[in-house]
């Protein structure tokens, strides 16, 4: 059974369990004639860069585990590791870079440069998760998320991780990006909690305020605020056309109404975001981890 107590289950993240059809829903602003297509609401990812799979791991115990403990632990005494696994090839294939302790759970984008693997993404410099116990017995106290780029040279001779921050802004682990680049590209789309806007004391530990545009090539941050008390998850570019150049587009949000119990769908441009519509729910969704854009061509409605 669910404990509906638990802090993680609380807030903007409490369960909402229903199924609806809703026609003529409240809509501000106008909706793009060439925006076609639904919004599916989705969990978890995995990192592919071209040739590898590269993952970070967490602590386990086995005898942990045997005597009825949790699967995963933090400990803050170990190093971070990166498991580079071609593939094709066997377990002997496989090289491991170590690093200082790390949280990399999602990321924007990964690619090889030569015999470099290059790594996009949020990163924190220890336990960002409430429910990964500390080993050392300390309280879980947060740790932000900023984007930052990890190397991992493959014919170095040694197992360095090399990191190089791009901003120091702090933001949440729900990158995306155009996903027609998906090795060289500009744009970071990602919600994140914007201290110069004003949301009260409604919105929880995960939660942003803001959707931001982060430009790797200027190494410029553009925000789109919808207002305040409002959760935001997880942004999704959809491409205003298939030859559309990166970037121009639009930006398709959801964010909770907390005051009003309300879900607002919001449609950006992604050139300047900037608010084209709104539409809002009467109701409070599901929270959202993941999310993805469908058309007709790509994930045609049976």
């Not at 199924?19 to 990192?47: F, S, T």
């Not at 932000?144 to 197992?159: E, W």
């Not at 990191?163 to 120091?168: A, G, I, K, Q, S």
Request: hydrophobic letters at 35%; one cysteine or more; proline letters at 7%.
């Amino acid at each position: 059974m669910v404990d509906f107590t638990d802090r993680r289950l609380l807030g903007s993240a409490a369960p909402a369990r229903f199924e609806v059809d809703l026609r003529d829903c409240e809509v501000a602003g106008e909706i793009p004639k060439d925006l076609d297509g639904a919004l599916y609401r989705l969990h978890m990812d995995w990192l592919y860069p071209p040739t590898h799979a590269d993952e970070t791991i967490l602590a386990a115990d086995l005898e942990h585990l045997r005597a009825g403990g949790i699967h995963w632990r933090w400990d803050s005494s170990k190093p971070s590791w990166h498991a580079v696994i071609p593939r094709t090839g066997g377990a002997e294939d496989i090289r491991f870079f170590f690093g200082p302790e790390r949280s990399i759970v999602h990321t924007a984008n990964a690619r090889t440069e030569g015999n470099r693997i290059v790594l996009e993404g949020p990163v924190a410099n220890g336990n960002t998760w409430p429910w990964f116990t500390n080993l050392n017995g300390k309280p879980y106290t947060p740790v932000p998320n900023t984007l930052r780029r990890i190397t991992l040279d493959l014919s170095s001779g040694t197992s360095e991780v090399l990191e190089e921050p791009l901003f120091d802004t702090n933001i949440t682990t729900f990158t995306r990006i155009d996903e027609r680049f998906m090795t060289l590209y500009r744009y970071i789309y990602v919600q994140y909690a914007d201290t110069r806007f004003e949301s009260g004391n409604l919105l929880g530990r995960t939660d942003g305020n803001c959707v931001g545009r982060f430009d790797l090539r200027t190494g410029t941050l553009k925000p789109y605020f919808p207002g305040p008390g409002r959760a935001l998850q997880e942004p999704v570019f959809v491409p205003r056309s298939a030859q559309a150049a990166e970037g121009d587009g639009y930006v398709v949000a959801v964010g909770h109404n907390i005051a009003q119990a309300t879900t607002e769908l919001y449609l950006l441009d992604a050139l300047r975001m900037e608010e084209l519509a709104r539409v809002t729910l009467p109701f409070r969704t599901a929270p959202q981890v993941h999310g993805t854009w469908g058309d007709p061509t790509t994930l045609p409605l049976q």
